[in-house]
């Protein structure tokens, strides 16, 4: 009986660990592919080429995606409540995004992500959030994973990566970067990913800072971009 019982926990374990990979793949359909968040800009402005881009994710795994990642933790401390506490966690993260396209960007791909896991799930919390309007990217993956009651670190290590392989993704379609060398930034950068994850858990909201210029000014020159490939 006791391996009969040790075999249905570990198949549910397993069944939990690919729920989780499928809400952190990057061609989740709520239209995380169609936004580049600045990167479109620096390549067009020729401040981005292929040898560029591992160290901008690194930078950016410990400035902007940090800062997001504590958010994303935060939210899903906030799960075991109502999804009315996102509220105020929802506005300060709008005041940080300057640049209005990431800015609705993010809103955009949260509102959509919550709206995608209530299909998935019957969780209340998880259908009374999907009917809360505009939320930031991080705070629904966080909340809804919290509700889903997944651990707090692998929430956040899989937003961060669903970030980065989008990141990549945009890079290729915007530069001469093979399938072999994106793969291969995508696995160098684990341990980038892995010390952001633990970083957040050390930071709150209130001490969590970011300065990250390049992408945030290149979100506000997208608009007039005179031919554009994203959104953002």
């Known amino acids: ?12 374990r397993l069944s939990r660990h690919l729920q989780l990979l499928q809400l952190a793949d990057s061609a989740l359909p709520i239209g995380g592919l169609a936004h580049s968040f600045g990167l ?7 401040f981005m080429g292929v040898e560029d881009l591992f160290p901008y994710l690194e930078n ?11 958010y994303c933790r935060t939210a899903h401390c906030l799960s075991t409540g109502e999804c009315v506490a ?5 506005s300060r993260l709008s005041a940080l995004r ?4 990431a800015r609705e960007a993010s809103l955009a791909l949260g509102k959509r992500f919550l709206k995608l896991v209530a299909s998935l799930d019957p969780s209340p919390r998880i259908q009374q959030a999907a009917v809360f309007g505009e939320i930031h990217f991080s705070i629904a993956f966080g ?4 509700v889903l009651t997944f651990q707090a670190d692998e929430t956040v290590a899989a937003f ?5 392989a989008a990141s990549i993704s945009a890079a290729q379609r915007l530069l001469a970067l093979g399938q072999m060398q994106s793969s291969r930034i995508g696995w160098d950068l684990k341990p980038a990913i892995g010390e952001a994850v633990n970083r957040s ?20 020159r997208h608009p007039f971009l005179s031919t554009r490939l994203f959104i953002s």
């Open 86 to 90: 996102l509220e105020d966690l929802n």
């Open 1 to 12: 009986m006791a391996d009969e019982t040790k075999e249905v926990i570990c198949k549910s």
């Open 40 to 46: 479109e800009s620096m390549i067009e402005d020729r």
């Open 60 to 70: 950016l795994l410990s400035e902007s995606l940090l800062l997001e990642a504590v």
């Open 160 to 164: 961060l990566h669903q970030n980065v």
């Open 143 to 146: 909340y809804a994973c919290g």
């Open 98 to 101: 300057c640049a209005r396209e």
């Open 201 to 220: 858990a050390a930071l709150d909201i209130e001490s969590v800072s970011a300065f990250s210029h390049l992408p945030e000014l290149a979100s506000m």
